[in-house]
């Protein structure tokens, strides 16, 4: 069987966890927490970061952040993970879902001005397979409008828009560790960037369950208390250290990632330019990290019978999200503005291929012949 997704793991990752052992001290915070701070704040060149237990919990925090309140109006695609909607959802906000797209599956900017109004607080445009959304254009309407951007970059890492790092752009940033991600923290984990400094202090009382305890081991005050609203939204050291082996390797992972997806993209090109399939888009002003590589078949029928073909050729390939927008909670705590030309139709053709650091070069062979042999 060629599974769709194998966690990455580079051979520091158990050293690493038995130093953090060996220490005694494995709540979070501690010595590889700041390793991973330092080497964030530094790669990406963003002010502040923190590791949080996942991106939906960073998410969750940018939505407190911002100070979403019942009845705000919020933007972003339906065609996205339920937790960008969620976060968001959970303080009382109005969810408006616009359409994407076809190109790239992201966020379609130019549909985003319409859907403004006097209730909107923030625009949240997600950056699908590590390919960037139109980031100027979406910040210029920001600035217009006085709203917030908070991006969802749980599949960005390492990459980049005009080469500057994604999620370091609009006001916050939020990043997934999940095990499906191209570098993981042992599973889950996430980290929220903040780039406007109001949010930096507040950010830490909230990732703290609403105490100024981080202000306290600084020294800054001689005891901790509840000052905010908050939830403990930091990881364990054993989720850092395992995190900073990774990173240690992270051009390595990003390399080899590409590299599978090139093969992917050549091999594939002839049944592209037979009409059998089409291929990722990747805009001039983004560098992509390889987090994924996707066909879109000619419809729902085809891509199911595909699926089903290569499940009997023991390979997993998957589809991706439902759009939101169908979704019972989705009908109930948001809206589609505008038209949906889009977001359904390209969702129903979009198949999603084997894709993870260990994968050889023989088994990706496997999954494109397959490929090959269903069309011919």
Avoid at 39 to 66: D, G, N, P, Q, R
Avoid at 225 to 252: C, F, H, I, N, T
Avoid at 273 to 299: A, E, V, W
Avoid at 318 to 333: E, I, Q, R, W
Wanted: hydrophobic share 40%; net charge neutral.
């Amino acid at each position: 069987m060629i599974r769709f997704n194998i966690p990455a793991f580079v051979g520091k990752e158990l050293d690493f966890i038995k130093e953090t052992i060996n220490s005694g001290r494995l709540s979070g915070d501690n010595q590889f927490t700041q390793k991973c701070h330092q080497w964030f704040e530094e790669k990406l060149e963003c002010k502040k970061v923190l590791l949080t237990t996942s991106c939906t919990h960073a998410l969750e925090m940018a939505a407190l952040l911002i100070d979403i309140q019942k009845g705000d109006e919020v933007i972003m695609p339906s065609y996205t993970f339920v937790s960008t909607a969620n976060a968001f959802a959970l303080r009382g906000a109005k969810i408006v879902f616009i359409d994407i797209r076809p190109d790239t599956m992201n966020i379609d900017e130019t549909k985003i001005e319409a859907a403004i109004t006097k209730k909107t607080k923030a625009i949240v445009p997600v950056h699908y397979a590590g390919v960037a959304c139109e980031m100027d254009t979406i910040m210029e309407i920001a600035n217009k409008h006085s709203l917030f951007v908070i991006e969802d970059a749980a599949q960005g890492m390492m990459a980049t828009y005009k080469g500057k790092a994604l999620g370091t752009i609009g006001h916050i940033g939020c990043f997934s560790f999940h095990e499906t991600k191209n570098y993981t923290s042992g599973g889950e984990g996430g980290l929220i960037i903040l780039n406007d400094e109001r949010f930096i202090e507040r950010a830490e009382i909230i990732r703290e369950k609403g105490t100024n305890r981080s202000q306290f081991f600084r020294g800054q005050i001689d005891k901790y208390s509840w000052v905010d609203l908050g939830s403990s939204y930091l990881p364990s050291e054993l989720q850092a250290a395992y995190l900073y082996a990774q990173l240690l390797d992270a051009k390595k992972i990003n390399k080899k990632r590409l590299e599978l997806w090139e093969h992917y993209y050549t091999k594939l090109t002839p049944l592209a330019q037979q009409g059998y399939i089409d291929l990722p888009t990747i805009p001039r002003t983004s560098q992509h990290n390889g987090h994924m590589f996707y066909i879109k078949t000619k419809d729902l029928e085809t891509r199911t019978e595909l699926l089903s073909f290569l499940k009997k050729q023991e390979i997993l390939a998957v589809f991706h999200y439902v759009p939101l927008h169908s979704a019972k909670a989705g009908k109930h705590f948001g809206k589609f503005h505008g038209n949906d030309n889009f977001t359904t139709k390209e969702s129903e053709r979009l198949l999603r291929l084997p894709m993870f650091y260990q994968l050889t070069t023989d088994l990706q062979v496997k999954v494109i012949d397959a490929i090959r042999s269903f069309f011919q």
